[in-house]
């Protein structure tokens, strides 16, 4: 065939990079106790950049899970079926202790180092589900000392060893959670599965579940219904003489996206269980887990927004318009500059919030008030942010961001789930309310570190007083709470940027998003602030 064209002003692509050259990451992990890390982030940082990584996380998504219920012969057997790099990409996660490994590691920050390491390995948001709810098991199943003894020691391990064989035979263990019924959703409380309990102690659970994900776990905590109320068990896939546990899968759901990830609606017919926690105790006892995947859900989202903006920035860098780069035109400065404040503000208070949650396992207790609150808040905003910011970083990319083969329509169908996961806004931002009601010492805890700020900026100033004022009307509190919640997390990362971030970011951040001089859509930063070094510090630095 004749050559018809030459091809050129395309942007070259995004690999051999350091996911963890990121300014706001790495001043975090120092500020937060995890300095010792710095290399192993880094280190995860570069595989993430590489060809193979990426082309990982495209295939599992390519060519997603699928359910075989029975073998050739017509047993049931209940097992999803996974692309081999789905397991490529898990070995990575578990092997770099992305999952449970930081409950046995006694350095300060090592919660922190494992935020870190969550937020650099992007390259697949779906593996990410059983890495998280492996690491948030831990202490929900403390609540059984007995239970935690003979399971945490395998769940700590960093090693991948994935099948259905009784539990207590492996090297290593994931774990998940079963919560969601379909009368219910959010309201566990309405849940109609049955928990009856056995002579020898164990339970006999019978029920449906609506949502399920990573059903191939090894154990999993369930909530059910008991003599006494609503209790937390756990329940293991295989059972100790190698049987399957009657945990059915009926079918796995057909999502908009984290396409990676089976998520599934399975049944009960008589599953064994052990009771974790006190009977009636359940929502109580399993919170712990579902406050751990929370702060994931806000690190997922700020890992998002670090990785539309980097792709927008070094698209913009290396495509020309009109003459000149988008990279050098005032209004694309404007745009990229402004998605990467909205990164850096999250990515500040993501790694923030790991360290709160560090003291907080540690002993601290005013971290841990504080951290009870500003997780409720701070995980109600950053994830309503994400949507809209992958949807402008990928208008960057003009038609080629609306193109599969950009990898930013699988970011955009990712960014909506962060804010359903765990409770969907209106839970999160309820949640704080429940807070300041119940634990006062929360919202003292929570203005004791926006206050440190106080003086350095009068946007801000001005921002915390509405902040408090808006607390005072209690009579319309519930139907004002997002956009108390809003504004909560506003001053909060506006506090840590004034301390912490870099004065340009600072700036621009308290102008915008407290001062008014905002247009709401990305790109309508105001006219004299220094924009330069904000994008700097957003294009990658590709090899």
């Known amino acids: 065939m004749a050559t018809t064209h030459e091809v050129f002003n395309q942007a070259p692509p995004l690999e051999d990079y350091d996911l963890a050259d990121d300014p706001a990451l790495l001043e975090g992990l120092e500020r937060e106790g995890a300095g010792w890390a710095s290399a192993e982030v880094h280190e995860l940082g570069r595989l993430a950049g590489t060809r193979r990584a990426q082309e990982w996380g495209r295939l599992a998504n390519e060519y997603p899970p699928v359910l075989r219920t029975h073998d050739r012969y017509g047993h049931r057997i209940d097992e999803v079926e996974y692309h081999p790099a789905w397991h490529e990409l898990m070995t990575v996660a578990v092997t770099h202790g992305l999952h449970a490994a930081p409950w046995a590691d006694s350095r300060e920050g090592a919660h922190v180092a494992r935020a870190a390491k969550f937020y650099v390995w992007r390259v697949d948001a779906g593996h ?8 948030s098991v831990v202490p929900a199943l403390r609540h059984n000392p007995e239970l935690a003894a003979q399971y945490e020691p395998l769940l700590v391990q960093r090693t991948y060893d994935f099948g259905l064989r009784p539990p207590l035979t492996k090297a290593a263990l994931l774990a998940g959670m079963s919560m969601t019924e379909k009368q219910g959703g959010s309201d566990v409380r309405a849940n109609t599965t049955t928990a009856t309990p056995q002579p020898d102690g164990s339970y006999r659970l019978v029920g449906h579940k609506w949502f399920t994900s990573a059903p191939m776990c090894d154990i999993f905590l369930v909530l059910a219904q008991a003599p006494g109320g609503l209790t937390c068990f756990l329940l293991p896939r295989v059972l100790p003489d190698g049987s399957l546990n009657p945990m059915r899968i009926m079918r796995l759901k057909d999502k908009l996206g984290n396409r990676s990830n089976a998520s599934s609606e399975i049944e009960y017919e008589d599953a064994v269980a052990w009771r974790v926690g006190e009977e009636g105790r359940g929502v109580r006892t399993i919170i712990e887990m579902v406050n751990s995947t929370r702060l994931d859900c806000l690190i997922g989202a700020a890992a998002g927004m670090r990785q539309g903006v980097t792709v927008a920035a070094h698209h913009a860098a290396h495509r020309k318009a009109f003459g000149a780069y988008l990279i050098d035109q005032p209004l694309m400065r404007n745009v990229l500059a402004d998605l990467a404040v909205e990164s850096e503000a999250a990515t500040t208070l993501m790694m923030r919030l790991a360290g709160a949650a560090d003291r907080a396992i540690r002993g601290d207790a005013a971290e841990a008030a504080f951290k009870r609150l500003a997780l409720a808040v701070g995980k109600y905003w950053v994830t309503k942010r994400w ?59 929570f203005f004791a570190e926006v206050e440190q700020a106080a003086g350095a900026d009068r946007h801000l100033d001005a921002a915390i007083r509405r902040a408090k004022d808006s607390l005072t009307d209690t009579a319309t509190l519930e139907l004002r709470t997002r956009r108390v919640a809003e504004l909560l997390t506003l001053v909060l990362q506006a506090s840590l940027l004034v301390r912490y971030g870099h004065p340009a970011v600072a700036d621009a951040f308290c102008v915008s998003r407290l001062g008014g001089d905002w247009g709401g859509a990305f790109g ?20």
């Open 128 to 135: 990410g589900c059983p890495i998280s709810m492996t690491y």
């Open 387 to 445: 949507p809209a910011h992958a949807a402008e970083a990928l208008e960057c990319l003009g038609g080629n961001g609306y193109a599969e083969e950009s990898g930013m329509p699988r970011l955009f169908r990712e960014s909506p789930l962060n804010s359903i996961w765990e409770g969907s806004g209106n839970v999160a931002a309820l949640d704080a309310l429940r807070a300041m009601a119940k634990q006062p010492q929360c919202l003292e805890a």
């Open 524 to 543: 309508t930063l105001p006219a004299g602030l220094d924009l330069g070094p904000i994008i700097e510090r957003a294009t990658p630095k590709a090899g």
